[in-house]
T-cell receptor, first 115, second 114 residues
Framework: AQTVTQSQPEMSVQEAETVTLSCTYD???????LFWYKQPPSRQMILVIR??????QNATENRFSVNFQKAAKSFSLKISDSQLGDAAMYFC????????????FGTGTRLKVLA | GAGVSQTPSNKVTEKGKYVELRCDPI?????LYWYRQSLGQGPEFLIY????????DSGLPNDRFFAVRPEGSVSTLKIQRTERGDSAVYLC????????????FGPGTRLTVL
């Protein structure tokens, strides 16, 4: 069975600095999608960034980028120039490309941004 | 509407009662997901609809949980004989065409079983 592990329950970063959130996963599939979602206190989950496993190039979205290491089954999120609005829970998620449309989420990392 | 809506936003019920949670997806979205999020945890997949049919209901924990989407839009999650362990936030997400179909989440319903 596929699993997603986030080993950092909480992280802090100074405003304007860079922070990296870790995620590892386990799967026997060769093709899949990986995601980072943000959940602010309002509870509404928002997609931050997505990575297709067959793509070697790491995805980037403005200040957000990933370090995807397929062999190590690692998928970390880097947030550059951190802003107060980045404070939230961040969840890593996995979905296979075939067979099921089930998303598997990690337990989350709470990010605090210090002014 | 502009986004996914869920009603009620909060529901308090007594152990053993029946509850219904409603999800209104984004208009035109064919895919709809239900998740359960317990305190301090990530969302746990319950069921996925493609149109009116449940394409994957492997996450429903037991036969007290049931979900419907009769016309391919609004969905209702039904929980019979509620237990205190059912207390959680229930999230709904909808998705349109595209691979993978990006999910847009609603604000959730917080269910408290006393």
């Amino acid at each position: 069975a596929q699993t997603v592990t986030q080993s950092q329950p909480e992280m802090s970063v100074q405003e304007a600095e860079t922070v990296t959130l870790s995620c590892t996963y386990d799967t026997s599939e060769s093709d899949y999608y990986l995601f980072w979602y943000k959940q602010p206190p309002s509870r509404q989950m928002i997609l931050v960034i997505r990575q297709e496993a067959y793509k070697q190039q790491n995805a980037t979205e403005n200040r957000f980028s990933v370090n995807f290491q397929k062999a190590a089954k690692s998928f970390s999120l880097k947030i550059s120039d951190s802003q107060l609005g980045d404070a939230a829970m961040y969840f890593c998620a996995y979905r296979a490309t075939s067979g099921t449309y089930k998303y598997i989420f990690g337990t989350g990392t709470r990010l605090k941004v210090l002014a | 509407g502009a986004g996914v809506s869920q009603t009620p936003s909060n529901k308090v019920t007594e152990k053993g009662k029946y509850v219904e949670l409603r999800c209104d997806p984004i208009s035109g979205h064919t895919a709809l997901y239900w998740y359960r999020q317990s305190l301090g945890q990530g969302p746990e997949f319950l069921i996925y609809f493609q149109g009116t049919g449940a394409a994957d209901d492997s996450g429903l924990p037991n036969d007290r949980f049931f979900a419907v989407r009769p016309e391919g839009s609004v969905s209702t999650l039904k929980i019979q004989r509620t237990e205190r362990g059912d207390s959680a936030v229930y999230l709904c997400a909808s998705a349109g065409a595209g691979t993978p179909n990006e999910q847009f989440f609603g604000p959730g319903t917080r269910l408290t079983v006393l």
